[in-house]
């Protein structure tokens, strides 16, 4: 049997992907709006095929809803729901926590002294949009450090699903400062080479995300 030949333009992009993921995150895509396939080939100059693999894949993410005959919209995720994965993330970004403490290396912990010092300078300077890409960045350098890439999978996926409501979050008056605290204990934790202490600090800071997101109804 001959092998079935794809060309470059039938492969997923994950560009595509990403940019679709980026403008649903942010807001610029609303909760329930239909993503239209001609529309997103035009404004992202990319292949029907290429948005079509995107949607199936942010789909599997949680992120778009896809209707029989009806095409795409974003996905709607509830305040309980967001709650709900934050719960879940609770368990698993502990572990990676935990596992990063004890994985670290002397590298790896001047380069969070380093973090740390510059998430507590960008929340003095109430630079809220410096401190949000720091701590997404600690978020991904513990993912990381944890090489636990089962739990990152999961973590990845759920994070996606919820960030819209975290986003609201970030920029709530005050949050930051709150925020600092939280995750300069876990960097702590993790200079400590401590993995009770970091599983516990991280779940401290997510809990105090999930009362925070409670009162914003």
Do not use: W
Not at 94 to 118: H, P, Q, S, W, Y
Not at 186 to 192: K, M, Q, Y
């Amino acid at each position: 049997m001959n092998a079935v030949e794809i060309s470059d333009t039938d492969r997923p992009d994950p560009s595509v992907t990403d940019a679709i993921r980026a403008a649903i995150v942010s807001g610029e895509f609303a909760p329930n709006q239909r993503l239209i396939e001609a529309d997103l080939t035009g404004s992202l100059g990319a292949s029907r095929t290429s948005i079509r693999s995107a949607l199936f894949e942010l789909a599997t993410e949680g992120l778009v809803d896809r209707l029989p005959n009806r095409g795409a919209r974003v996905r709607s995720v509830s305040l309980d729901e967001a709650v709900e994965i934050l719960e879940v993330r609770i368990a698993v970004e502990g572990l990676c926590a935990a596992k990063a403490a004890e994985r670290i290396t002397d590298g790896e912990v001047d380069e969070l002294r380093l973090l740390r010092a510059a998430l507590i300078e960008s929340v003095s300077a109430g630079d809220l949009l410096e401190y949000s890409r720091l701590h997404q960045n600690l978020d991904r350098r513990i993912r990381e450090i944890s090489a636990q890439a089962t739990a990152v999978g999961i973590i990845e996926r759920l994070r996606a699903q919820s960030v819209r409501h975290q986003f609201r979050l970030s920029f709530q008056a005050g949050r930051a400062r709150v925020s600092v605290n939280e995750h300069v204990a876990i960097i702590d934790a993790l200079i400590d080479r401590d993995p009770v202490a970091a599983q516990a600090a991280t779940r401290e800071h997510l809990m105090s995300v999930i009362e925070a997101l409670r009162s914003l109804t």
